[in-house]
Each structure stands twice: as structure tokens, then as C-alpha cells.
């Protein structure tokens, strides 16, 4: 394994509070485990996927009679009057609502005597397996902590290790997460915590205050030394080594669930090593299904290094490939085919009240599932398709309660196993894209693997619940085309509204994004039922709704409007870049497809970086790089991650939403949220650089950054079912190329790099488009020739 996919600090998590965000990160889609690093006093927070305490809901109301009074007010230009009317019906009726936290199922503690003072610490994360390591030098011996959580035999594993003259003591022990990471003073903590020992297992439990148990078990096999139960713990001395395997379970009762876990532990083998091994070849399968590299050199430097030299203005090309790493590494660790989806804070939550820990489908859900398609991990999608069919029946009552309408209505937060409006905000209310974005992965999915049985049984069901919400929504205006009210732009505010960043207004007619996304859903519910031979009677019908969305409309300066409304303004002092959407993340207007309207929404972003810097997040950011990347600008995606680097990332490389530390990018707030979005969306806005592709299009490198001399990436995998592998070198000019098809033989219109000047064994057309190019299950090699100098177009 090489330095390029490992993560090393030359400290221990260091915050006064809350030292898990300083944490290193391991996980296996299901349970995490996030190790601190001390030395003397070891802390590993564990969670679960499943474990999420806190929420509260009544009955969702029915306001849906109140829609044709907020319609009319919002028609008079009496917003304001309008913006509170849904919310306030919900109070008034008794609505009680708050949104579910992840629960830290506890903390586990190792207590090691220190004989001399430490010498040669490190931590290191080694992200092709997931192993921690914590190690040091005490006097003449080398001890070593390692951790991983095994995805194949669902189980934290840990190992202490000597060489040298010393032996191992250490304390060992469970208990409940550390009280004093909660911001909320009222919050009731978890009781009836207990801890039992014996000379070879520790079990632990506490309950919440629904009366269900929550806990963990910790089977010890020492070696080479003693081990004995005491009031405080495990008591280990002078053993060789000292290996720890643990269990958690997150509701239930705790003595059928201690002996359930209890029985699972003895028969995992005592043998860390083969256990890595078994759970690495799971892990690999998925973290080297693609790779990055830019032929960095300091891969070896620490992460401290590294962000040292992005201060000073670029992050280098090692922090670029790590980051990319890193963001695939968190998805792989907090995801998997039959769990819950990655959440905001991944599977390592440790505040028990903790600010936005949930699944937003306004932006964020979506960003974190970005990459997962084109980094050819599709598997990973899953559980975002399971756990929104799960709810269904949920956002089925939502549509009807909120808005008298049939279909679906996702709220933009919500947590497992409530589907339900739990955000009573008239922002959150009045945004009804959620369903549609949703079914942009589904449609999405079944392009990149070609599963037509996945689109027949999966992604049309859900694509035609969505455009049913639309049919009863959407009502006509004077013109003919459907007027949606009310709306709201995700999370902005109309500028004649907004009075500076603590004002919030988001009530209005006609976002861009509300047409834009039910534009797209109706053009793939056609596109797919036709393709799968369904909905034939249906298909008229949704012609006929996609002839009455309004186009698309432009501001004087020639950028596109977010509101097309004349009673509302624009406002470029934002965050959220939801107008853009039919560039990107959807594929509707492309610079070939329509150049003007293409340059309009190009307009439209260049405004929102360059006017609206202290209103960025570190999520915004990366969305931008993004954004940038599929406008062919990759100098401007790569500068959004250099800002990126320097205002919103950790020294354990996690993200923040804003930059805690007050250095003027970013929104002003008094404490910075774990949002691992930003993350997951560095990731996707690499594979965006070097690969985009439509239906029967392929674009190669359409945004490489000119910093990017050399380096290879793939297998990617492009809509059509089509794996790409890239390899360049500016300096060489050349590029090689390797294509596969997985769904058949097909015919594709190949897009070469703006800089590319010829193809080895032919012509190159002006145009740069080899059209008709036919791709096959036998790799097919191309090798072309590029410029020295590359000139953004």
C-alpha cells in the first residue's frame, strides 16, 4: 500500500470539546468508529446506523383547504402575508415536530500507563483498508494501537501490539459518550447505564428515554499476559498483545441482545490479521474500483504539511488526490447496499443533539451520491432508493395534508423511519422539488448500469409518483404555461426581500428550479416508459404537462433569472446555485444543445462566487467546483477547492460547513457543523473535470485544470453503460484512452479535449467530434495527440 491513499497527523484530536470532529474515521457502512489518538487515555466513539433518538411528532394536520388563500394572496403580491400561512395552520392545529439525532452508542476507553514521556507519535487512516493506527515510542518500546470495522464480519476490531522490553497494561472499558458534547442544556440524557465485566468480555448498556436499550459488547483475548474483571473495567497486565473485538446493537433489550452478540463474537476467528484481510478484500473491491493520479509529489507529508502549503494559496497536488480519496473513502465506510443512507456527519456522530445530522434532499443527499456513479460504485446508491421506498406511505400523506395533492412530497429533512414534515419553516414547507431531484439518481442509475429491470420495477414507479405530485400542483396562468405556487429556491431570499444573512423570505411564485427538475422527471418518465413499454396511456398526459412549463427566462445582463416571476428580484448574495441546475447536476442544457442558454447559466455562476464569498459554505463550495467543471472551466473548479481547503477543512481532512475561525469566507455562525457533503462533493467534481457524458456522448477531459500536467484516472463509468480510463501527459502531449461497454455493442459521438490536435492513426475533425464511434465489451484503445499549452474555452 503507498502513501497516496494514507492519511497521517502527528497529533491526537486536540479541541477543548468535542475532540471526535479531530477524529480519524472508520467504518463499515453500518457501524463507525472514530479514533482520537490520546496516548495515556484512548477514545473511540462508536455509532450506528440505526441508532437515532430525540425526534418528536404528532399527527401531521391537514392545511391542504389553505393552498387556494395562499395562491391568492401570493398573486396579489402579498408574500409576506402569505409566507407564514401553512406553517402557522400546522401550530395552531397542535402540530408538535423535531427532526431525530444520530445517538452515540458509547465510547470506548483505553487507559495505558506511560513509563517515559512519548517520542515518534503518529496516527495514520489507511483508506484502502480503513485501518486506524496510533502509534509511539515510550522509552526503549514501540507500542501500537491498531482499528478497523470489518464489513465483512459487521464487527469493530482493534489490536494493541509491543515491541520491545515493556509489556502491555492497559484498562479496558464501555461506557456512555462523553455528556459534555451536547450544546443542547435541557437534552435528558440517555439512564440506566451499566457496565459488566468478566475476565474476557465487557458488556455495556444504557437506555433511552423511549425505554429501548442501546449498547455494545466487547469480547478481549490477551495474550502473553493477565487479564481480570474489576469495578472500573478490564484490567490487562504484561500481556504481548491484546486484541478486542466489539458489537453493537442500537434498540432492543440488553440481555437478549448481549447473549445474541455475545454467541455472534465467539465464532469470529482471534486473528486481527486474517480479519483485515477478509474485510479489505470487501473494502478494496469497492475503494479500487476507480483511482486518481496526478503524480503528486509529498504524498508521505502529513495532513498538517499539506494544508500549510494550501494556505498559502493552492493546495498541492497530494492534498488534491488525498481529498479525492477521502471523500470516496467516507461514502464506501458510512454506506452500504442494505442500510441507511450517509447522512450529513457520516456514521460518526458524537454530539447528541447535533445541528442538521439528517438526510436533506434540498442539496446535500444529493451531493454525497454525486460521485458514486461515475466512481464506479453504483452499489452504493442503493440505500438511498431503499430508504426513500421505505417512507413512501409518509410522503404520500405529505402531499395530501400539505398540498391536496396525489403523489409524493419529500421534505428537504428527514431521518430513518420518519418520512414525515418535521420542519415547520415555510422554507422547508414550500419547497416541493424534492421528490423530483430524488428521482434524477434513479433515472441516473439505470443509465450508468444499463438494469432495465431496476428501471421497470424501481425508478418508473417512483419517477411517476413524483410527476403525479406535479399534475395536481402545478396549476395554469393566463398564458397557458403552469404556474407553481407556492415555491421556493432553495434556501435563497428575492432581493427585494432580504435584509442581509439572518433574513429569511423564501415564499415565492415560479423558481426556475421547480420547472427545471419537473421538466427533467417528465422528459425521463417519457424517455424510460417508452424504452420499458409501461404507462403507454400515461405518456400523452405527460407531453402535454411538459409543453405548459414555462422557458426558461434571462435577467438584462444576460444571466438566467431564479425566480421566473416579475414580482421578485435577484439575488447573487447566496449559497444554494439551485437555477443551475438544468447544467448541472442535471445534463438539460449542455454548450453543444443550446451554446446561448448555455453561457447564460455559465453568467449565472460567475456572479454567485464572485459577489457572494462570505455567503459560502464549505458544501456551496464544492458545489461550485462542480458547477465550474461542467461549464468546461476546470482553473475554476480547481480555485473553489483550493478556497475549500483553506476555510472549511480539518486537520483530519473532514469538512465543516463554514470556516469556524472567522477568516471572512463563508457564513458567519458561532459554531461550524460536521457536513461531510463538502467531502463527497470534492470527489464528484474531480470525475467531473476529466469525464461527462449524455446518452450516445462522450466528453473526455472537458475541464482539466492546467495544473494538472499528468496523471491517469478510471475506470469511470458514463451514461450508457460505458467504462472510461484516462492517462495524459501535457508534457508528452499525449493521451490515452480505454473505453468497455457493459450494456452491448453501441454507437457513441466521442468528444476529445479542447487542446487535443490530433488522433494517432487519423484525422481529427475541427470540431473535435468523432462521431459514430462504436463501442463494444472488448476495450477499445484510442490515442491522441495534445497541445503543450492548454486554453480554457
Not at 486481527?272 to 504524498?299: K, T, V
Not at 471523500?327 to 457520516?346: M, T, W
Not at 410527476?467 to 432581493?495: I, M
Amino acid at each position: 500500500m503507498t502513501s497516496k491513499n494514507r492519511i497521517t497527523m502527528h497529533y491526537p484530536a486536540a479541541w477543548w470539546r468535542s475532540k471526535w470532529r479531530e477524529a480519524l474515521p472508520s467504518g463499515n457502512g453500518r457501524i463507525g468508529a472514530a479514533v482520537y489518538g490520546g496516548v495515556q487515555e484512548e477514545t473511540v466513539l462508536l455509532n450506528h446506523e440505526d441508532a437515532w433518538w430525540g425526534g418528536e411528532a404528532s399527527p401531521l394536520p391537514d392545511v391542504s383547504g389553505l393552498l387556494p388563500e395562499v395562491r391568492r394572496l401570493m398573486q396579489e403580491n402579498r408574500v409576506l402575508e402569505a409566507h407564514p400561512l401553512l406553517s402557522q395552520a400546522l401550530k395552531d392545529q397542535g402540530y408538535r415536530a423535531k427532526l431525530d439525532s444520530p445517538l452515540p452508542i458509547g465510547d470506548f476507553k483505553i487507559v495505558m500507563p506511560l513509563r517515559r514521556a512519548f517520542k515518534a507519535y503518529e496516527r495514520t487512516l489507511q483508506m484502502e483498508t480503513g485501518e486506524v493506527t496510533v502509534s509511539w515510542t515510550d522509552g526503549d518500546t514501540s507500542f501500537e494501537r491498531k482499528l478497523f470495522v470489518s464489513r465483512t464480519a459487521d464487527t469493530i476490531v482493534a489490536e494493541i501490539r509491543c515491541k520491545g522490553p515493556q509489556r502491555i497494561d492497559a484498562k479496558l472499558w464501555l461506557q456512555l459518550h462523553d455528556r459534555s458534547d451536547c450544546r443542547n442544556p435541557a437534552l435528558t440524557f440517555p439512564d440506566h447505564e451499566e457496565m459488566r465485566c468478566t475476565s474476557d468480555t465487557i458488556l455495556y448498556a444504557a437506555r433511552k428515554p423511549d425505554g429501548c436499550d442501546f449498547g455494545a459488547i466487547a469480547r478481549v483475548i490477551v495474550r502473553g499476559g493477565h487479564s481480570a474483571a474489576t469495578a472500573e473495567g478490564l484490567a490487562v497486565t504484561e500481556a504481548d498483545s491484546v486484541l478486542v473485538l466489539i458489537k453493537l446493537f442500537a434498540a432492543g433489550d440488553r440481555e437478549t441482545e448481549w447473549a445474541r452478540m455475545s454467541a455472534e463474537l465467539e465464532e469470529i476467528p482471534a486473528d486481527y490479521d486474517g480479519l483485515l484481510a477478509e474485510h479489505s478484500l470487501e473494502h478494496g473491491r469497492l475503494f479500487h474500483a476507480m483511482s486518481f493520479d496526478l503524480r503528486a509529489e509529498g504524498r508521505e507529508l502529513s495532513n498538517e504539511a499539506l494544508l500549510m502549503q494550501a494556505y498559502r494559496g493552492e493546495a498541492p497536488a497530494a492534498l488534491v488526490e488525498k481529498m479525492w480519496a477521502f471523500g470516496r473513502y467516507l461514502l464506501i465506510s458510512s454506506s452500504r447496499a442494505n442500510g441507511q443512507p450517509c447522512h450529513l456527519y457520516g456514521l460518526w456522530c458524537g454530539d447528541y443533539d447535533a445541528m442538521w445530522a439528517f438526510h436533506m434532499v434540498n442539496e446535500n443527499l444529493q451531493m454525497m451520491y454525486w460521485q458514486a456513479l461515475s466512481g464506479n460504485m453504483p452499489e452504493l446508491l442503493l440505500a438511498v432508493f431503499q430508504y426513500m421506498e421505505r417512507l413512501m406511505d409518509d410522503f404520500r400523506l405529505n402531499a395530501k395534508q400539505l398540498y391536496g395533492c396525489r403523489g409524493i412530497f419529500i421534505p428537504a429533512p428527514t431521518v430513518p423511519g420518519f418520512g414525515i414534515l418535521k420542519h415547520l419553516s415555510p422554507h422547508i414547507i414550500h419547497w416541493t422539488g424534492g421528490a423530483g431531484w430524488v428521482a434524477q439518481h434513479y433515472y441516473d442509475y439505470y443509465l450508468y448500469t444499463g438494469d432495465l429491470q431496476f428501471l421497470k420495477s424501481r425508478a418508473l414507479p417512483f419517477m411517476r409518483e413524483a410527476a403525479l405530485f406535479y399534475e395536481d400542483f402545478f396549476t395554469l396562468d393566463d398564458r397557458g404555461y403552469y404556474l407553481s405556487a407556492p415555491s421556493n429556491s432553495p434556501e435563497n431570499t428575492p432581493a427585494n426581500y432580504w435584509k442581509g444573512p439572518q433574513s429569511s423570505m423564501g415564499t415565492t411564485l415560479n423558481a426556475t428550479m421547480d420547472f427545471a427538475i419537473a421538466k427533467e422527471l417528465l422528459t425521463h418518465l417519457i424517455e424510460g416508459a417508452e424504452l420499458a413499454g409501461l404507462y403507454s396511456e400515461e405518456i400523452p398526459k405527460w407531453r402535454t404537462m411538459l409543453e405548459r412549463i414555462p422557458p426558461y427566462e434571462l435577467t438584462e445582463d444576460g444571466a438566467v433569472r431564479e425566480w421566473m416571476h416579475p414580482f421578485f428580484t435577484e439575488n447573487d448574495q447566496h449559497r444554494h446555485q439551485s437555477h443551475v441546475y438544468p447544467v448541472f447536476p442535471g445534463t438539460e442544457i449542455t454548450r453543444s444543445s443550446d451554446p446561448r442558454l448555455f453561457q447564460a447559466f455559465v453568467t449565472s455562476i460567475q456572479k454567485r462566487l464572485g459577489l457572494g464569498l462570505k455567503e459560502q459554505t464549505g458544501w456551496s463550495l464544492a458545489h461550485m467546483a462542480n458547477n465550474y467543471a461542467r461549464m468546461g472551466q476546470g482553473d475554476a473548479a480547481l480555485d473553489c477547492l483550493d478556497i475549500l481547503s483553506r476555510s472549511c477543512v480539518m486537520n483530519n481532512l473532514m469538512t465543516l460547513h463554514n470556516d469556524w475561525r472567522s477568516m471572512g469566507i463563508g457564513v458567519g455562525m458561532s459554531w461550524a457543523p460536521v457536513q461531510l457533503d463538502a467531502n463527497m462533493g470534492w470527489t464528484s467534481a474531480i470525475q467531473e473535470m476529466l469525464l461527462f457524458s449524455v446518452p450516445g456522448e462522450l466528453h473526455l477531459m472537458p475541464a482539466r485544470p492546467a495544473r494538472w500536467r499528468s496523471g491517469s484516472a478510471g475506470p469511470m463509468l458514463a451514461r450508457g453503460g460505458i467504462a472510461c480510463t484516462l492517462a495524459w501527459d501535457a508534457e508528452e502531449g499525449t493521451l490515452d484512452v480505454i473505453l468497455r461497454s457493459f450494456t452491448g455493442k453501441q454507437r457513441i459521438s466521442l468528444f476529445l479535449p479542447h487542446e487535443a490536435v490530433a488522433l494517432v492513426g487519423g484525422e481529427l475533425p475541427f470540431s473535435r467530434k468523432l462521431e459514430q464511434v462504436v463501442i463494444t465489451e472488448e476495450e477499445m484503445h484510442l490515442q491522441i495527440r495534445i497541445a503543450q499549452r492548454t486554453d480554457e474555452k
